[in-house]
Nanobody, 125 residues
């Protein structure tokens, strides 16, 4: 059974930055799709960024391109989400997800069956 543990959420002002971490255990990390999703109150869960850990390909939602960066540390079975130039509209619960991978990173919610508990990100002045 895969276990995903997120950390790094918090409260920041607009324009600030945060780095989220997701550490996987009990999972074949070396060739997986790992992704970050977010869900704001009253809204559907949306994909933010994904990475194929076997090859490093990435995919981003248009709303975060140029501001967010997803990366991996294979030695630590950890995926990071560096979030810069944060906006109020980035406020949400952020979730890490993992599953098998077709070789191309995907941010489609239905692709993932393993989820973390989430970490809250709040951007406000």
């Amino acid at each position: 059974q895969a276990q995903l543990v997120e950390s790094g959420g918090g409260s920041v002002q607009p324009g600030g930055f945060l780095r989220l971490s997701c550490t996987a255990s009990g999972y074949t990390y070396s060739s997986a799709c790992m992704a970050w999703f977010r869900q704001a109150p009253g809204k559907e869960r949306e994909g933010v960024a994904a990475i194929y850990t076997g090859g490093g390909s990435t995919h981003y939602a248009d709303s975060v391109k140029g501001r967010f960066t997803i990366s991996q540390d294979n030695a630590k079975n950890t995926v990071y989400l560096q979030m810069n130039s944060l906006k109020v509209e980035d406020t949400a619960m952020y979730y890490c997800a993992a599953d098998g991978c077709p070789g191309i990173a995907t941010i489609k919610v239905l692709h993932y069956s393993n989820w973390g508990q989430g970490t809250q990100v709040t951007v406000s002045s």
